[in-house]
């Protein structure tokens, strides 16, 4: 094996994951799994209580609640929307990705009433389209949202989507998988009534938990509502409260990892620290490969510093499963594209990676377009 082939491994022997989840994550983060603990054990109750208390604190939530729940980010977002919207509610759903229409999906299998309001995968949602909308149809009793797009990479106007809403008198619920540690959402100065998120992602745990911070009288008010016994946010909010445990059985070692990861958030200086080195991270990516001849397919004022879409080169060399192939042997796992308004790729800025992973990224990448024959990234022109 060449130099140029040997994989660019990570210090615990895994490949840097430049995708959208799971991620790369630190040593102590691994570290923290090789122990056993029983669900009922007084150490564990008191770590369970602890990531509970250090959640609530991220966003400064005063007169939330924290209500985990095991699994993926997506139950937390069914379970979200099946606890918290009535049997007898509405809601609008703000759509420009694929995790917009998943939550739609959602919303028809478990039986609530839902509408659309649908842009591109390139374009934010926009808040005087849902006044507009809001003001038309006082049935709507919840708006949900998607906090940063990770179809597309795109920041959504949090702020302005949830002003619109508070003032019309509705009840925001965040989707904020992809964005909660990296980007500011404080409970304090942008009103809205539920987000979900999960331990992996920008907080650096591994999969396996998702979580909703709730106001605590709007919880308090949804006892019955779920669709679900398994997801129901109200009843596993209750029980812990009377028990300090979950209601079954709970994904002990995801959790010890996850307050280690919490550990190591606090260290780097909270959001405000995780979500520089992203920054900078998206910025050193976007540069490089901007260098190289790519084209992102945003521009950099809705670009989250969470994942860059590009648009494939139109070199009739470039083949993207073997690029995919060929970096992911060096040591870097990239994305496919989801895009539907143009073909495309993706690469991830979050997990535990820094300057040096991303430079390191850009050399494997730019030698990879010439082992291929590649001559420019540079994607085909739009026409005028």
């Known amino acids: 094996m060449t130099s140029q082939s040997r994989p660019a491994a990570s210090p615990d022997g895994d490949p840097w994951l430049l995708t959208p989840g799971p991620l790369t994550t630190s040593s102590g983060v691994k570290q923290a799994m090789l122990h056993d603990l029983g669900s009922r054990d007084a150490r564990f109750i008191a770590i369970n209580a602890k990531v509970r208390e250090r959640l609530l604190g991220i966003i400064g939530g005063e007169g939330f609640v924290c209500a985990p729940v095991q699994g993926s980010g997506t139950f937390a977002v069914e379970a979200m929307l099946g606890t918290l919207v009535p049997r007898e509610g509405k809601v609008l759903i703000l759509i420009n990705g694929a995790y917009g229409q998943r939550m739609a999906r959602i919303c028809g299998l478990i039986g609530r009433a839902f509408e659309v309001l649908e842009w591109r995968e390139d374009e934010p949602v ?18 949900a949202v998607v906090h940063c797009e990770t179809t597309s990479g795109i920041l959504n106007p949090i702020a302005g989507v949830a002003e619109v809403t508070a003032r019309q008198g509705r009840r925001l619920l965040i989707d904020s998988m992809s964005a909660f540690g990296a980007l500011p959402l404080d409970a304090g ?20 938990m998702g979580f909703c911070l709730v106001k605590q009288e709007a919880l308090e008010a949804a006892a019955g509502n779920a669709h679900s016994l398994t997801l129901d946010l109200q009843d596993q909010w209750q029980a812990m409260e009377k028990t300090k445990q979950w209601r079954f059985t709970p994904p002990t070692h995801v959790i010890l990892a996850f307050n280690q ?22 910025r050193i990516l976007v540069e490089g490969m901007r260098k190289l001849g790519f084209e992102t397919l945003l521009p950099d004022a809705l670009q989250a510093p969470i994942i860059v879409t590009f648009k494939m080169p139109s070199d009739p060399k470039f083949d993207f499963q073997r690029f995919y192939d ?9 994305y496919p594209g989801k895009l539907t308004v143009a073909p495309s790729f993706r690469i991830g800025c979050i997990g535990r990676l820094g300057a040096e992973e991303m ?5 494997a990448i730019e030698g990879t377009l010439k082992e291929l024959g590649v001559a420019s990234g540079a994607p085909e022109a739009e026409a005028a």
Not at 326 to 334: P, T
């Open 326 to 334: 060929r970096l992911s042997e060096q040591g870097y796992v990239i």
């Open 261 to 282: 990861a919490l550990d190591e958030f606090e260290a780097e200086g909270g959001q405000p620290g995780r979500g520089g080195r992203y920054a900078a991270n998206c």
């Open 126 to 143: 926009d808040p005087a389209a849902l006044e507009a909308r809001l003001e038309s149809d006082p049935a709507i009793t919840h708006v």
């Open 359 to 363: 430079r390191a990224a850009l050399a």
């Open 189 to 208: 100065a942008i009103p809205f009534e539920a987000v979900v998120a999960s331990s992996n992602k920008c907080l650096e745990g591994v999969p396996g």
